[in-house]
């Protein structure tokens, strides 16, 4: 068919003198079978987490056993490289909705579809729903992958692996083919093995503790970044190979770096050929636009549908599983609290329910796991455990903060004493629940700006001098660490899929005072034990500087003060303090400065820091 199997290694089973083997001649569901085995009560009851070791295609002694789940089908054809591209029938077992046959002589790399037969007539070519390898956009075959390929090495990782918030967490986000651009390939993708040897020595060097990829199951179109999939069990081949994915996981944890990717419970892409209408009807999909279609134009999950819950937990445990991932980040958590989102427009008790059930049950597979929210509701509980009353999360992005923070960075600095309020705040509602501080992908793309061309004012070195004081402050401040790739550069343009990050500013300042940033929080457990009652207090200013923030981190018998000073004229610290040093100062000159020494005047009990412009500091007491 002219498909390029270059990256996909074919292994050639052993070969049989029969024909191919219906579902009648292999166990029915719930009976044992290797692996493969399914409990159909729990199926269609929604408790099923490893639905992927029966559906999907799968590599049997003899042969390669295809199966899905599509109820209302009067008739599915196999077509693929293994039956010469013609139609081999699947055979239900009964009236249960699982179609399967077994076929001889299949190989590992082997494309495939099915072609569905709908009761309305249509007739429809779709890749496997389970299937765990897919051909490069804009094709769409999925691929017979032998899973235990590859074999991981990072026993010592994940018997060591702990969830604690006490823990480090700074998280490094990325969208995987445009970090870094390869010359030698026509759309400038390293695959995942190779981008391992660039991207794990940055991370180490730069004081990283996670990487996040922006989702990496297989998607059609490369502007939705991932977040419209068609292949939930499938890493995208722009990379390379399941395989492959799973030596870069396992090279990240020799490395002492976990691996974290998002993930989509909420909707699905329009695709024909994807989950959308896959057995002519509505099988996956709600049956009315109304709420069927998202605002981003692709098609809502229904949840209700316990055979739904089943697909998409078990695509949750599989990256978990299969892959070793450290974590997951669900998108769009909104989504499955409200309708469409949207408080005024209720609780949606299926999806609420479905969210609860999946977060109990992986976090009982994957205790050490972290699950993230991305949610931007008040809801109550998303990182309370499921058994207390809670939605299960580890944590929750605060996109308050995110949002007040960087308002109040763009305020001009002579308004921002009245504004002073929106840094403040964040600490008012802090201990609802366990907070992740994000600056993501979604802040620097669609006209938002890059995160230092948001600073106020025109002059460069100012906004540089004003960036490096907000994230000092959001180092400091409780809460775990995020920033999208691009950040820690400095870089003043909007990332995009089709380009890359501007390598030039690595050498630059900016960059320089963010590796020591990440450095010195991960090194100071007073910056991470977020969570104890005795961690945080604002510090008092007996001076009036209203745009002057001081927090005091204490943890392990240490007292760390941040002073950051937002206004465009020297301010003045004055608080009983002892004698300190000074662990980070943003105006130094390596990071871009002014150099100027940091005045320090002592007059009785008190004592007066005088921060220079848009400076901020970080003592040790």
């Known amino acids: 068919e002219g498909r390029n199997l270059g990256v996909y290694p074919l292994v050639r ?11 009648s001649d292999h166990p029915p569901l719930g009976e ?26 799968h590599i049997e002694q003899n042969a390669v056993v295809f199966r899905t789940f599509a109820p209302n089908a009067s008739r599915i054809t196999l077509t693929g490289a293994c039956n010469g591209w013609t139609e081999t029938d699947l055979v239900q077992d009964g009236r249960s909705g699982f179609w399967s046959v077994s076929v001889p002589d299949a190989c590992a790399g082997q494309f495939y579809k099915y072609r569905i037969y ?8 779709h890749c496997d729903p389970y299937g765990f390898a897919m051909e490069l956009r804009p094709a769409c075959c999925s691929i017979i992958t032998d899973l235990e390929e590859y074999r991981f090495t990072d026993e010592a990782w994940m018997n060591s692996r702990t969830a604690s918030p006490d823990a480090p967490l700074n998280i490094y986000e990325m969208h995987l083919g445009s970090w870094m651009r390869n010359p030698d390939n026509a759309n400038g993708w390293y695959t995942y093995d190779e981008i391992a040897r660039r991207l794990i020595p940055y991370l180490q060097k730069n004081g990283y503790t996670h990487v996040e990829f922006l989702p990496l199951s297989e998607h059609p179109f490369d502007g939705s970044w991932g977040y419209q999939n068609t292949g939930f069990f499938a890493p995208t081949s722009r990379y390379g190979t399941p395989a492959q994915l799973k030596m870069l996981i396992d090279k990240l944890h020799h490395a002492g770096i976990g691996a974290i990717m998002d993930f989509v419970p909420v909707h699905f892409a329009v695709d024909s050929y994807g989950l959308a209408k896959y057995d002519g009807t509505h099988l996956y999909e709600y049956p009315h636009s109304a709420v069927g279609e998202s605002e981003w134009g692709s098609y809502n999950f229904i949840h209700s549908r316990r055979e739904v819950r089943c697909f998409l937990q078990s695509a949750a445990n599989y990256w978990l599983t299969e892959f070793h991932f450290d974590g997951l980040r669900m998108d769009a958590v909104s989504r499955l609290i409200y309708w469409q989102g949207d408080p005024a427009r209720g609780v949606n008790g299926d999806t609420l329910e479905f969210l609860k059930n999946m977060n109990r049950g992986l976090k009982a597979r994957h205790p050490s796991a972290l699950l993230i929210a991305e949610d931007s509701t008040a809801y109550p509980g998303v990182t309370r455990p499921v058994d207390e009353g809670g939605l299960g999360f580890d944590y929750k992005w605060d996109l308050g903060w995110m949002h007040d923070t960087l308002e109040f960075c763009q305020t001009q600095p002579d308004l921002r004493p009245r504004d002073h309020g929106k840094l403040l705040w964040s600490m008012h509602y802090f201990s609802n629940e366990h907070y992740l501080l994000p600056l993501s992908h979604d802040e620097v793309v669609h006209g938002k700006a890059a995160i230092v061309q948001k600073m106020w004012g025109a002059d460069e070195c100012d906004k540089y001098a004003q960036a490096r004081v907000m994230y000092l402050y959001m180092f400091t401040h409780p809460g775990k660490k995020l920033n999208f790739m691009g950040n820690e550069l400095g870089q003043l343009y909007e990332w995009s899929e089709a380009g890359t990050l501007d390598w030039a500013l690595a050498e630059r300042p900016f960059h320089r005072f963010f590796h020591s940033l990440c450095k010195t929080y991960v090194e100071n457990p007073a910056l991470h034990a977020d969570y104890a009652p005795d961690n945080f207090r604002w510090a008092k200013n007996h001076a009036d500087a209203p745009c002057v923030f001081g927090m005091e981190r204490r943890a392990n018998r240490e007292t760390l003060l941040a002073l950051c000073n937002f206004a465009d004229s020297e301010q003045e610290f004055t608080a009983s303090l002892p004698k300190f040093t000074v662990l980070l100062d943003s105006n130094a000159a390596d990071f871009g400065g002014t150099g100027e020494t940091l005045a320090v005047s002592r007059k009785d009990s008190l004592c007066t820091v005088a921060l220079p412009r848009y400076s901020a500091v970080l003592l040790k007491l």
């Open 32 to 57: 044992k079978k290797g692996s493969a085995s399914m409990n159909q009560h729990q199926f269609f009851t929604g408790e099923i987490f490893d639905a992927y070791h029966w559906f999907g295609a």
């Open 118 to 125: 709908g009761p309305d007539g249509s007739v429809t070519e």
């Open 13 to 23: 089973l052993p070969r049989r003198q029969d024909s191919v083997r219906f579902a």
